[in-house]
């Protein structure tokens, strides 16, 4: 308990600076944030109007401090480009992210994990060479590429599954059923390539490690069965992969813009794109900021979650 009192004390100045550099944006990006809103021929009163009702005009400290206790509160602010409240927008796309990176993180983790075990119980094999190559084609293969691949494949030419959206009616009804799952497979599937091949290259390492040392040896002079062998490898190697799967799981939550793009999946990435071309800096810093925070809480989960599986990390 002391441990994650520690660590969550060590997360909130890392919140902090991020939410510093999520307000900043605006003060960092070029251009005008108001040029979504105000027409060509807008007169110079009206544009002090709006500098004045988004608080503009203020000092930028003056600016973070209101916008960080309004975010604290659970007020992110109004878009620019729709005039609507940011925290339902970002929420939605969250949610959205969850259920991709859900299915991804189930398909890239259980492939990655598999490749690898086997990889490195039967090194310098066959088997080795194959996952090697999966692998190495999973990290190097553009994820964007390989899903325009995807859409040509199942939805033009064998029409199996829907090309884009997430829904006949979008995501505001979505339900695990084939009539919404089949719009997440595409998407699913290409976002877990790169996870899957970074998995199953660190599962291969460390398997071949952990079975080239000398306890392994012992135990099987001692005439444990292969079972029983691979139980004492998946113990240490769970807690090395944990915080790789962990990392790997914060860039999944935060989505891909190129992907959710490509796919038109209503997630963070998507929202990201259109917040980025639009130049609505309140949706902007509000996604940010919310990819942040979860990104951080899931270090901090995993790193929790490592002191169970080898209680040298608190120790040490």
């Not at 004390?9 to 991020?18: A, H, K, Q, T």
């Not at 995807?150 to 979505?174: E, R, Y």
């Amino acid at each position: 308990m002391q441990y994650f009192l520690r660590r969550l004390v060590y997360s909130l100045p890392i919140l902090l600076g991020v939410a510093f550099l999520c307000f900043s944006l605006i003060f960092i990006a070029p251009g005008d944030p108001l040029v979504s809103v105000l027409p060509a021929d807008a007169s110079e009163q009206l544009r002090q109007q709006l500098i004045a009702l988004y608080g503009f005009d203020k000092p930028f400290l003056t600016q973070f401090w209101s916008w960080l206790l309004r975010a604290l509160q659970g007020d992110l602010g109004t878009s620019i480009a729709t005039n609507r409240p940011v925290m339902p927008e970002v929420v939605n796309a969250v949610v959205n992210s969850i259920r991709l990176a859900l299915l991804a993180t189930l398909l890239g983790f259980t492939a990655g994990a598999l490749l690898g075990f086997l990889s490195g119980y039967f090194r310098n094999t066959f088997i080795d060479r194959i996952a090697s190559i999966v692998s190495v084609f999973g990290v190097s293969i553009p994820h964007y590429w390989l899903g325009m691949v995807l859409v040509i494949v199942f939805s033009v030419f064998l029409n199996w599954l829907p090309a884009t959206g997430a829904g006949d009616s979008g995501s505001g009804d979505w339900a695990w059923d084939w009539a919404h799952v089949k719009y997440i497979i595409l998407p699913a599937v290409t976002m877990s390539v790169i996870p899957m091949g970074i998995v199953a290259r660190t599962v291969r390492a460390l398997v071949a490690d952990i079975l080239s040392n000398e306890f392994i040896v012992g135990l099987k002079a001692r005439g444990l069965s292969l079972p029983a062998i691979f139980r004492h490898v998946v113990k240490n190697v769970a807690p090395t992969a944990l915080s790789v799967m962990g990392l790997q799981l914060g860039y999944l939550l935060g989505g891909s813009i190129l992907i959710e793009t490509v796919f038109s999946w209503p997630g963070t990435g998507f929202l990201l794109n259109s917040a980025i071309f639009q130049r609505d800096f309140p949706l902007l810093q509000g996604t940010i900021l919310i990819l942040a925070v979860f990104f951080v809480l899931l270090n901090l989960v995993v790193d929790t979650m490592q002191t169970f599986l080898d209680p040298r990390i608190q120790r040490g």
